[in-house]
């Protein structure tokens, strides 16, 4: 899959249609966004002393979100067949990323470079809306229940820990800090969040749900 075709499009239909408009009549729209990037096409038809239709676009998209591009120093895992790139995160996140492989490399030169695992969509936006499922309880889960809600504007990258030492655990939570993560232990990842602590949304993006 390239990746034009990973972002969804949405066609939005129905009742947009107004008749027996006067000319030179103004018509507005209010639209709320959906939590998730989608390329929303728009038919708006109008009948009248005139008839017109228009279709348009609208890109609802983070801006300015990079892939992790490539390196010796570190790999990124975790892209599915409905998430192929799942890598993306804002130019600065990037960078911290990194100065965060360049120094465990320094420290641990025998080491495994580090694994990145999800960070961001090329878009942004919810990560993953997921498929309608059963929970334990054999009711269907909530569709708008999601993974990785946090980690929707480049802000927001998991480093798998599976395998490493305590020691490097230790040690990769101070590298971290020092470029500025807050640190969350889940279990097989650490998710680190880059927002500023003075940011009003810093505690909801500080975890990894
Ligand atoms: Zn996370």
Known sequence: MD????????????SSCVYELAQNTELSWV??????????????SAYGDFMDYKRFKIQAKVPALVALPDSDLYSSTGATKAHP?????????????KNIAKEYSETFPKALGLVFNDMSLPWGGLFDIGEEVLCPDDKPCKYWVAPH???????????????????QLIQIKSIAEKQGASVLDEGNHYHLNFKSKSDK?????????
Do not use: W
């Not at 990746?3 to 129905?14: F, K, R």
């Not at 959906?34 to 708006?44: D, G, K, M, T, Y």
């Not at 790139?85 to 990323?97: C, E, P, S, T």
């Not at 809600?149 to 020691?167: E, I, P, Q, W």
């Open 3 to 14: 990746l034009q075709s990973s972002i969804p499009a949405y066609d939005v239909q129905g």
């Open 149 to 167: 809600r946090s980690h929707r504007d480049g802000y927001n990258v998991d480093l798998k820990t599976n395998g490493l030492t305590a020691g």
């Open 201 to 209: 949304d810093y505690d909801e993006y500080n975890v990894c749900y």
């Open 85 to 97: 790139f799942n890598y993306y995160a804002r130019q600065d996140v990037i960078d911290k990323l």
């Open 31 to 44: 639209m709320i966004l959906p939590e998730f990037s989608a390329e929303i096409n728009f038919l708006i």
